[in-house]
């Protein structure tokens, strides 16, 4: 019987790349045999089982856990990247703590989730923060205009400075003819300081039902505390004219707008005491708020 040979012999120019060719050689050395085959001859059942086992070249699409050759640590290839290569890549640095200035990196290792940076000593939190040394404002500090108070002794939660409106008290037998008026406040923490001008140039009533009740004024920018808790203030007379006797203090009321003067012997200055004309009087006093 004659053998049959399937061989890569060259093919003739006139036989297509994608045939098959058989090659038929004779025992005898008679001249070989030649036929070709078309690429779409059937297969047996096993070869495709076969075949379809395999993947193809383009785009092919693997299952289970195919593996590959891992790659040396950092390596910027279109290698595949193995799941241990992924792994390897993870950064073993210390976090390092921000310098202030943001930065793009050029490591090509990444952050693992649970890192942590280390605590930054030389800065201090945005929320109740703790300064040594002195500290420095090319600024200003702003507080809040609604007071938030604590209760440490050792905390400025207010600070505030303005003007005010300050008049005669009601039992004060007068029509206000100021030719000016200051009335000025400083509030730190709880505790007022305020400077007052009173220069009243004309039109005050010396007579009258009210001319035995005491100067009062009114118009503090701030409720003092109630008595036992700093509601007294106290009062220093700057500059006085105007009045038949000398004042020398005051006090503010607690838990009112009040200011009342007196004189050196401790008794109200009343009505009847203050020119009808022309009078002055400029004091300073301070006191506690209730806020």
Request: net charge negative; hydrophobic share 35%.
């Amino acid at each position: 019987m004659s053998e049959i040979k399937i061989t890569d012999l060259p093919l003739a120019s006139s036989v297509a790349s994608t045939d098959l060719v058989l090659v038929v050689a004779n025992p005898s050395g008679a001249a070989t045999t030649k036929k070709t085959l078309a690429s779409t001859l059937p297969v047996s059942d096993a070869t495709q089982t076969a075949l379809d086992l395999k993947a193809n070249l383009a785009g092919p699409t693997f299952t289970s856990s195919p593996a590959s050759n891992t790659g040396t640590v950092d390596t910027s290839s279109t290698q595949i990247a193995t799941q241990a290569f992924v792994i390897g890549q993870a950064g073993t640095a210390t976090p390092v703590v921000n310098s202030g200035s943001g930065a793009a990196g050029s490591s090509s290792r990444y952050s693992r989730q649970d890192h942590v940076h280390p605590t930054d000593s030389t800065r201090a939190p945005t929320a109740s923060p703790t300064f040594t040394g002195i500290v420095t404002t090319a600024g200003q500090i702003v507080f809040p205009a609604t007071a938030n108070l604590s209760s440490s002794a050792n905390t400025l939660d207010d600070y505030e400075e303005g003007t005010f409106s300050i008049s005669w008290g009601s039992g004060t037998s007068v029509s206000e003819n100021f030719s000016y008026k200051v009335a000025q406040y400083i509030k730190i923490g709880k505790t007022v300081f305020i400077q007052v001008g009173m220069p009243l140039s004309s039109n005050y009533n010396q007579s009258g039902a009210n001319s035995g009740n005491a100067v009062t004024f009114t118009g503090l920018p701030f409720t003092p505390a109630a008595v036992g808790v700093g509601g007294y203030g106290s009062l220093s007379i700057g500059y006085q004219s105007g009045y038949s006797t000398r004042t020398a203090s005051g006090y503010i009321s607690p838990a009112s707008t009040t200011i009342y003067i007196f004189d050196a012997a401790g008794n109200s200055i009343t009505n009847a005491m203050v020119s009808a004309t022309t009078s002055y009087l400029y004091f300073t006093a301070f006191y506690t708020t209730a806020l």
